[in-house]
C-alpha cells in the first residue's frame, strides 16, 4: 500500500533527489506539489503524470485539507519557513515529515512539536542517514561495544558553497552549522546513543569574501558527553567536499568516509589486527526515509526521527553559535 505525499517546494532537494525517488519508494506516492512557481510545478507535474489539480500555489496551501489523496506533507523549503508550513500542515490535518534543520529556533521546534501533538498527527524530521545501512550498522556496533568504549569522535562536513544560495542568508538558512555542521552533531548523537552535556566552539566569518557577508563559514566546535566520549567536528562553506566520520573506541576505531553523502558511503573497521571493509547494500535514502514515515503513519507507530530528535539537534547548534560568540563552554540542558 502507498500513502499519498504533497511534497512543499521545488527547490533542488525536492527536484533532484525526493520526486526521482517516489519511482523506487515501496509505500509512497506523489499526490501533490505546492510551488511559488505555476509554470515549473506543471512542467514537473506533466513529468510525473500527476493531475495538474494537485498543483497548488502557497496561498492554496490550506485548501490541501480538502484533497483526501494526500496523506503527508514534505516541507522542503528555506528553513525560515519550515515551522510555518509544518504547523499549516498539521491544521490541514496531513501528518508532516519536514527538512532538517528542524528550524532556526528551538522555539519553533517546540511549536511543531505541540501543533503534532494537538491535531493527534504524526511529526518526522528527515534524516536520511538513520534510515541508510552503513551509519545503522555503525550504531549497532557502537551499541554492542563490538570495539569497547567509546573514546572520542571526530567529524568533517566541508563543501563549496557560493551564492546566490539559501544556506548564505542569515534569514532563510543561516550558514553551514544548521546546514551541513548538523550531520556532524546529529551523527555524534546517533554514534554515542546520549544526549551532549556541553560545548566549545570557534567560528570564521572571512571580511574578504562577499559569500559570507551574513553568515561565517566555517565553525570547530567540541562536545562532552555523559559517558565520557568526546566529540571535535568541523564545518565549513569554503573547503572541497568532504564528508567523514571517525569512532576511537577502547579496542579500534570504525571510519566512515563518504558519510553524509547520497551514495557511495564506505565502511572500515580498523583493529590492530588489520583493517576490515565492511560491505553494504545501499538504499535510496530518501525511499527509504520516506517508507519508513508512510509505514509509521499506516501502522500508527513512532518515527524513528520526530520532532524530538530535530529540536535535540537545534538545541545542541543554539548552544554552539552562542559558545562560538562568547568564547565560553556552554552548557546543554543545564
Ligand atoms: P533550494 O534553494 O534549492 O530550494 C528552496 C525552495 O524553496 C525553492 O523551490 C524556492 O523557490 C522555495 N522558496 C519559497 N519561498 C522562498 C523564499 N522566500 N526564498 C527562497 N526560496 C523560497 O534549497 P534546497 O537545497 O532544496 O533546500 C531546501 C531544504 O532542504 C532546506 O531546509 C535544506 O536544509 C534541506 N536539504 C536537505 C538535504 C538532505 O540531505 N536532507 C539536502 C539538501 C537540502
Redesign the pocket.
Given at each position: 500500500k502507498k500513502l499519498g505525499w504533497a511534497i512543499v517546494?521545488?527547490?533542488?532537494?525536492?527536484l533532484e533527489?525526493v520526486l526521482p525517488a517516489f519511482g523506487v519508494a515501496k509505500h509512497a506516492r506523489l499526490a501533490a506539489l505546492v510551488?511559488?512557481?505555476q509554470d515549473k510545478a506543471l512542467q514537473v507535474a506533466e513529468a510525473y503524470g500527476l493531475d495538474p489539480k494537485n498543483v497548488y500555489g502557497?496561498e492554496m496551501f490550506d485548501t490541501i485539507e480538502d484533497n483526501p489523496a494526500v496523506d503527508i506533507v514534505y516541507v522542503?523549503?528555506?528553513?525560515s519557513?519550515?515551522a510555518e508550513y509544518t504547523i499549516r500542515g498539521f491544521r490541514a490535518g496531513k501528518h508532516v515529515l519536514c527538512?532538517?534543520?528542524m528550524a532556526p529556533t528551538t522555539d519553533e521546534c517546540t511549536r511543531m512539536i505541540a501543533a503534532a501533538k494537538r491535531a493527534g498527527k504524526k511529526l518526522m524530521v528527515?534524516?536520511?542517514l538513520r534510515y541508510e545501512p552503513i551509519n545503522q550498522k555503525v550504531i549497532e556496533m557502537c551499541r554492542s561495544k563490538e570495539l569497547g568504549p567509546l573514546r572520542t569522535f571526530e567529524a568533517s562536513h566541508v563543501q563549496v558553497t557560493r551564492a546566490p544560495?539559501?544556506?548564505l542568508s542569515s534569514k532563510?538558512?543561516g550558514g553551514p552549522l544548521?546546514?551541513i555542521g548538523i550531520y556532524c552533531i546529529n551523527a555524534a548523537r546517533y554514534v554515542a546513543g546520549e544526549e551532549p552535556v556541553e560545548v566549545t566552539a570557534m567560528m570564521h566569518q572571512p571580511h574578504d569574501d562577499g559569500n559570507f557577508r551574513e553568515v561565517p563559514a566555517g565553525y570547530a566546535f567540541t562536545m562532552r558527553f555523559p559517558s565520557g566520549m568526546l566529540a571535535h567536528c568541523d564545518c565549513h562553506f569554503a573547503a572541497a567536499k568532504s564528508a567523514r566520520y571517525r569512532v576511537h573506541c577502547a579496542d579500534g576505531y570504525i571510519d566512515v568516509d563518504p558519510a553524509f553523502t547520497?551514495e557511495g558511503l564506505e565502511l572500515r573497521v580498523n583493529r590492530e589486527a588489520g583493517t576490515t571493509r565492511l560491505q553494504v547494500e545501499p538504499v535510496n535514502q530518501f525511499a527509504a526515509e520516506m517508507d519508513h514515515f508512510s509505514l509509521a503513519v499506516m501502522n500508527d507507530t513512532a518515527p524513528l526521527t520526530p520532532g524530538e530528535e530535530g529540536l535535540a539537534d537545534v538545541r545542541v547548534i543554539k548552544a554552539i553559535e552562542e559558545a562560538a560568540r562568547s568564547g565560553r563552554t556552554v552548557k546543554i540542558g543545564a
Open positions: 517546494g521545488l527547490g533542488k532537494l525536492a533527489e510551488s511559488g512557481h502557497y522542503i523549503l528555506p528553513n519557513m519550515h527538512e532538517k534543520p528527515a534524516y536520511r544560495n539559501i544556506r532563510l538558512a544548521g546546514d547520497y
